[in-house]
């Protein structure tokens, strides 16, 4: 994994490090301030790592999804076919967030929804009155990244409607001086309005499946990579159900997944990793039969396998067919109980060169999320006082602390990930700070245990059912579906194709490559 940082003095570090299953390891940083980072610069700093570690050791790089860090990836690839390469998918999905957060129609629920935080929290009154509220928890709770806080807010919001409402029909808060407030009015005028909230429980019904892939690629505990390719599919496919097929409705959102995955998350080892995920192959009705999953199967095969190829696609046929060990009842029944490499090792032996290979790729992440966290921890060690450390030194001091601190955590395991992207503080403030009042702080063991379930098994996300939607956790909506308030396009309308952005090859229906 790698990715590129600035200190304090400006210079400009990359950071490397390893993921296997049994953990991730910090190797060493390259401080870059003195070259040129073009493709060719960072090539060849990928090509000593990846020596320094053994070729055969590596299965493939996630890195920066920079121009330049693509370019050097691609060039990676072609010195060395067996490796591949692939951006963060936590950036990746970070960004999708992003861009549906900046519609004008979310911007302006979410403009709608921090006024109702905004009044609550900066008014001790209203506060203490909610409080006392059977069941109450508290409304605010910061996010696992900066774009997904938006909709996390949303939904805390939403579970609140029925206490919210409560509040400004009651007679303490009409009695209340609070009630004359200049701003009373455009509380009362949210929170009595059913269109906000029917709108906030469709806009978090959209995103739901993002954030819980996002939960998943951003762990470090468990490999992520075999869940990637399933689960922006079943995004879309939400999506289109949210808004009952209708694709002047959904087009607007589809097409932003559409666009950042086919520039930046679409290869072919995300192909391969699902056709090798038990959970989803053997899934036949929900299988994704295009061809491009196939296509990007075979050319995994092709640059991985160098002898032997007959055997390996007869032993291939073994797995396709669910004959042989794969065919065992066990091996039926726990499909979706066990992670898919620790499946392929306890029921592989009937193919056992598939098997190594695809315990390899399931074995993968999918994102550099652990390459990020370590900055804190130069941040730390290179502090204002300590800024005149050389950085050999500096990469030392890095290299204990951050892989002692590697060792903790999975001694530990008290905490799967970090709960909260730090950066996004000052994000979240713009639910809760009015002026220059203090708002209430949030324990975060609190948060994460009442919003994020356990998963451990990240299987059960993504398959509980065909809508990607899962059992008790999306958000109700009351009444009637009404989409009236969502704009609509043209879909008549042409749009410039992407597909030439695709790690996959042609594909000329790209738009419905998931329906």
């Given at each position: ?268 080892l995300h192909c391969a990793a699902y056709f090798l995920n038990p959970a989803f192959y053997y899934d036949k009705d929900n299988f994704c039969i295009k061809p491009e999953v196939q296509q990007g199967w075979l050319d995994v095969l092709q640059a991985k396998v160098t002898t032997r190829k007959t055997e390996f696609f007869k032993q291939s046929c073994i797995y396709h067919d669910k004959v042989g060990s794969f065919g065992n009842t066990m091996a039926i029944e726990t499909v979706k109980h ?178």
């Open positions: 994994m790698a990715d590129g940082w600035q200190d304090q003095r400006n210079r400009q570090l990359i950071n490397f490090l390893v993921y296997s299953p049994k953990g991730v390891t910090f190797v060493r940083s390259v401080d870059a301030s003195d070259v040129i980072k073009d493709a060719k610069t960072l090539c060849n700093l990928f090509i000593e790592l990846v020596e320094f570690v053994g070729v055969n050791n590596v299965v493939h790089l996630v890195k920066d999804n920079a121009a330049n860090y693509k370019a050097a990836g691609a060039m990676l690839n072609e010195k060395f076919p067996s490796i591949y390469w692939s951006p963060c998918a936590a950036h990746c999905l970070n960004l999708i967030l992003g861009d549906i957060g900046k519609m004008d129609h979310v911007s302006t629920l979410a403009k709608s929804a921090s006024d109702i935080t905004k009044f609550v929290y900066n008014h001790g009154f209203l506060l203490a009155w909610l409080r006392k509220r059977r069941g109450w928890k508290e409304i605010i709770r910061p996010g696992a990244t900066r774009f997904a806080t938006t909709f996390i807010a949303l939904k805390s919001i939403h579970e609140h409607k029925h206490d919210l409402q409560a509040l400004v029909t009651s007679k303490d808060f009409i009695d209340s001086r609070y009630y004359r407030d200049r701003k009373a009015n455009r509380f009362v005028e949210v929170v009595m309005d059913n269109r906000f909230w029917n709108d906030c429980a469709i806009i978090v019904n959209i995103v739901a499946p993002l954030i819980r892939l996002l939960r998943i690629v951003d762990a470090d505990d468990r490999p992520s990579l075999p869940y990637v390719y399933d689960g922006m599919r079943r995004a879309r496919k939400t999506i289109k159900s949210v808004f009952m097929n209708k694709k002047s409705l959904y087009k607007p959102y589809t097409r932003v997944i559409k666009q950042r995955w086919d520039k930046q998350l679409r290869t072919k066990l992670r898919p490499d620790q499946w392929w090792s306890q029921f592989g032996f009937s193919a056992p060169m598939v098997s190594q290979l695809a315990i390899q790729i399931l074995s993968q992440t999918a994102s550099s999320s652990g390459c990020e966290r370590n900055w804190s921890v130069f941040e730390r060690i290179h502090t204002a006082k300590r800024n005149k450390l050389e950085h050999k030194r500096l990469n030392y001091l890095v290299y204990v602390h951050y892989n002692l601190g590697l060792k903790n955590r999975a001694i530990n395991k008290r905490r799967a990930l970090d709960p909260v992207d730090y950066e996004s503080m000052e994000n979240i403030e713009f639910w809760i700070i009015e002026e220059e009042e203090e708002a209430t702080l949030i324990d975060y063991d609190e948060i994460e245990k009442m919003f994020y379930h356990d998963l451990s098994n990240p299987i059960y996300d993504l398959t509980k059912d065909d809508e990607g939607i899962v059992e008790e956790r999306n958000v109700t909506i009351d009444g009637e579906l009404n989409l009236d308030s969502f704009p609509q396009e043209d879909v008549d309308t042409p749009t410039t194709s992407l597909t030439g952005n695709v790690n996959l090859g042609s594909n000329e229906d790209n738009d419905t490559w998931m329906n």
